[in-house]
């Protein structure tokens, strides 16, 4: 029960006719308007069950600006938010001064609200929303059978915990503050590859020589049935996967899984064989378990495992697999396939240095990412507490001093 007094959501609109609303009927954006550039649409990809991904501008298509013009009520633009209304039911997103751009339309799935800014903290409110209670009360609201659903009347009527607008600030600041140090470290993820993967194209057009990626790597098939599992593993999915990154900072944890996986080591690279061309191929942070849709790829000898990092990972290798991989709707690249490969090859002491530097880089991403999941964790459990009103902002501030 919240300590907090609560309102209907439907209040906390802004003061125009359009603060609440749907996106255009139908097809009426369907993807025969989608464009290479002009006005972004959010579609469900684009936001996430996850706190903290506020909106994914990864994947955005657009419409032009006539198209755009022609729903007005259907602009979102920073400061607004965007829900998911058929489909996973219970996302929310948050256009911000992070987001890339600064107008949006949302698509017939979607709904957004833009907030009285006199009246209601946007970031508090999408902290609000994305609260495991708010969540749990959104899709118990569902309608529909096969495809869940949330509609505009149901958004209307959402009670949301409502303090003061200067409680709502720190609160939002509070969280927002532990979001923005994971946003910096996901940064350094992102710096790091393209670093790497500069250092690959100047060594690649440096080198004389060449090797196969077999005489990198080999294939390593250490099974793990399901009755063996334990439920402690760190398993690494397809989906766990980010594409063209070359740091698998993701997994899950605790996983219920039915079948079989493969085991996998720390520095082992990992290589998503079903649908290669989605690019996704990386090092192994951790150990664990993964997907049999994905390839386990161990350096032959220790000194190799930066060039063949780099190697597995390259547009090249990757346009190879992809070329070659069997089935049509879901082709699968194949170890085989892949370990004849010849690609470029500095000789030994370059490919020691360049290993050097590759395993330093992913102590420094490794680090980044464990700070990341300790501060998510902390998240987490402060923002139930902080939206019920349970725990005073001073004294989560002392909480997060305390693990700084």
């Not at 706190?51 to 633009?77: H, T």
């Not at 009347?153 to 532990?178: D, H, I, Y």
Request: hydrophobic content about 40%.
């Amino acid at each position: 029960m919240s300590e907090w007094p609560s309102t209907k959501l439907e209040d906390l609109a802004a003061p125009s006719k359009n603060a609440l609303a749907t996106g255009p009927f139908g097809s009426s954006i369907g993807s025969r308007f989608f464009r290479d550039q002009g006005v972004p649409v959010i579609r469900g990809s684009n936001l996430s069950l996850k706190v903290g991904e506020r909106l994914i501008d990864e994947g955005i298509v657009f419409v032009d600006e006539q198209k755009a013009d022609e729903f007005p009520r259907s602009v979102a633009q920073r400061g607004d938010l965007v829900f998911t209304c058929w489909g996973t039911i219970g996302q929310v997103g948050l256009i911000d001064e992070n987001s890339r751009f600064d107008r949006y339309i949302v698509s017939n799935k979607q709904m957004k609200l833009t907030p009285d800014s006199g009246r209601v903290d946007s970031l508090f409110l999408y902290y609000a929303l994305s609260s495991p209670h708010m969540m749990e009360q959104v899709q118990g609201m569902s309608i529909g059978s096969s495809v869940p659903g949330f509609n505009l009347t149901q958004l209307r009527q959402l009670e949301v915990p409502f303090p003061l607008l200067a409680v709502q600030k720190a609160v939002a600041s509070l969280l927002g503050a532990l979001d923005d140090k994971i946003a910096v470290n996901e940064r350094i993820a992102t710096t790091a590859d393209e670093l790497m993967r500069a250092i690959y194209r100047e060594a690649d057009g440096n080198s004389a020589e060449s090797i196969t990626i077999g005489e990198l790597g080999r294939l390593i098939r250490d099974g793990v049935s399901a009755s063996s599992l334990n439920g402690g593993e760190h398993y690494i999915g397809l989906e766990h996967m980010p594409r063209r990154n070359v740091w698998l900072s993701g997994w899950e944890e605790n996983a219920e899984l039915a079948s079989g996986k493969f085991a996998f080591r720390s520095n082992d690279v990992l290589f998503g064989k079903l649908r290669p061309y989605f690019h996704k191929v990386g090092l192994a942070l951790t150990s664990g378990i993964c997907s049999t849709d994905i390839l386990v790829v161990r350096p032959t000898e220790s000194d190799r495992l930066g060039w063949l990092l780099l190697a597995l990972s390259s547009d090249e290798v990757v346009a190879h697999a992809s070329a070659v991989g069997d089935g049509t709707r879901m082709p699968r690249a194949k170890w085989k396939d892949l370990e004849s490969f010849v690609v470029p090859w500095p000789g030994n002491a370059e490919a020691a240095r360049l290993d050097q530097v590759v395993r330093s880089m992913a102590a420094r991403v490794q680090a980044s990412v464990q700070e990341s999941r300790t501060l998510a964790v902390l998240r987490d459990t402060l923002l139930p507490q902080l939206m019920s009103g349970r725990l005073r902002v001073k004294d989560a501030e002392k909480i997060v001093e305390d693990h700084a």
